[in-house]
């Protein structure tokens, strides 16, 4: 299995309908993103969290919302979808740096490829 | 201008030739990542790097903090290599990172 699962993996739907992903982790971390995936954009993040009450703004939140629920899962929610967030959605995961390791690999899922008609 | 720039965007090669993709930031970072995406879209660690070179396998990728600019080479490439690749860094030890816009790699057989 997974050690980040994405859900769904692809979604179509509507201009106006409300949507959310899902994302679970196994690896213990502490810290999760969502990011989107644009073509000739590269990735940008849109919201992280650094604990189960730690939530921050990425660099494109507007339009966007999230949901911690636990350290395993943050949710990533359109509440009301337009054709220019169609895009490839990745959640990560990532450890707390620490003594001796000032940083972190991230893990990455799998993604969702959402597209809004 | 973006903060991380990759070069070249697109490169295609012959199985068997040495490949180098180039990352130049104009930004002070604690670390500098090498990922790669598979076809499919799932998007893989390679390298961690905040100074010197480190080797896995046929990859190799390789930092100059003073030039802030780092490589990654493949070498004896395969078309399973085919990806695209990419480079982010950490700004900060906060584990935000800024990401190149990728390189898509064709390894033909």
């Known amino acids: 299995d997974a050690d980040v699962t994405q859900t769904p993996r692809n979604r179509i739907t509507k201009t106006g309908k409300r949507i959310m992903l899902e994302c679970s982790q196994t690896?213990?971390?502490?810290?999760m993103y969502w990011y989107r995936q644009d073509p000739g954009l590269g990735l940008r993040l849109i919201y992280y969290s650094f604990d189960v009450k730690d939530i921050n703004k990425g660099e494109i939140s507007d339009g966007y919302s999230v949901s911690r629920q636990a350290q395993a899962k943050f949710s990533l929610s359109l509440e009301s979808a337009i054709p220019n967030q169609t895009a490839l959605y990745f959640c990560?995961?990532?450890?707390?740096?620490?003594?001796?390791?000032?940083?972190?690999?991230?893990?990455f899922g799998d993604g969702t490829r959402l597209s809004i008609l | 201008k973006n903060e991380v720039e990759q070069s070249p965007q697109n490169l295609t090669a012959q199985e068997g030739e040495f490949i180098t993709i180039n990352c130049s930031y104009s930004?002070?970072?604690?670390?500098l990542h090498w990922l790669q995406q598979h076809p499919g879209g799932g998007i893989v660690s390679l390298f961690m790097?905040?100074?010197g070179k480190k080797k896995h396998g046929r990859l190799i990728a390789t930092i100059n903090i003073q030039e802030k600019h780092s490589s990654l080479h493949i070498t004896a490439s395969h078309p399973r290599d085919s990806a695209v690749y990419i480079c982010a860094v950490d700004k900060t030890s906060g584990s935000r990172l800024t990401f190149g816009e990728g390189t898509q790699l064709t390894v033909n057989p």
């Open positions: 790097l905040s100074s």
């Open positions: 930004v002070g970072i604690s670390a």
């Open positions: 690896k213990g971390h502490d810290r």
């Open positions: 990560a995961t990532s450890g707390v740096p620490g003594q001796g390791a000032a940083n972190q690999p991230q893990h």
